[in-house]
């Protein structure tokens, strides 16, 4: 299996940008797909980004691509999400995952491993 722990959020302007880190141990890390989710308060965990095995095909929510990009370095074991742009409602706890299926893309119950997440805070 894998540990992933994310790291990089903070409280940010509105208009800002951060980047967010997933470092992952364990099993080896090329061998899963790995995404990035959001949970905003009362709201349900919904899908952000998600990167092949490779790191050659990235998928996006459509309301996100452009501003958000998913990254990964197969060699330092780490994901990264580079969020720009950022606005009030892209407030949430953001978190990581891995899943053993290859093209697991915006389906959260196809991930099998889960950080514990990271919050990111917009100010208007």
């Known amino acids: 299996q894998v540990q992933l722990v994310e790291s990089g959020g903070g409280l940010v302007q509105a208009g800002g940008s951060l980047r967010l880190s997933c470092a992952a141990s364990g099993r080896t890390f090329s061998s899963y797909a790995m995404g990035w989710f959001r949970q905003a308060p009362g709201k349900e965990r919904e899908f952000v980004a998600a990167i092949s095995r490779s790191g050659d095909y990235t998928y996006y929510t459509g309301s996100l691509k452009g501003r958000f990009t998913i990254s990964r370095d197969n060699a330092k074991n780490t994901l990264d999400l580079q969020m720009n742009s950022l606005k009030p409602e892209d407030t949430a706890v953001y978190y990581c995952?891995?899943?053993?299926?290859?093209?697991?893309?915006?389906?959260?119950?196809?991930?099998?491993?889960w950080g514990q997440g990271t919050q990111v805070t917009v100010s208007s």
């Open positions: 995952a891995a899943a053993t299926t290859a093209f697991p893309m915006g389906d959260r119950h196809k991930y099998n491993y």
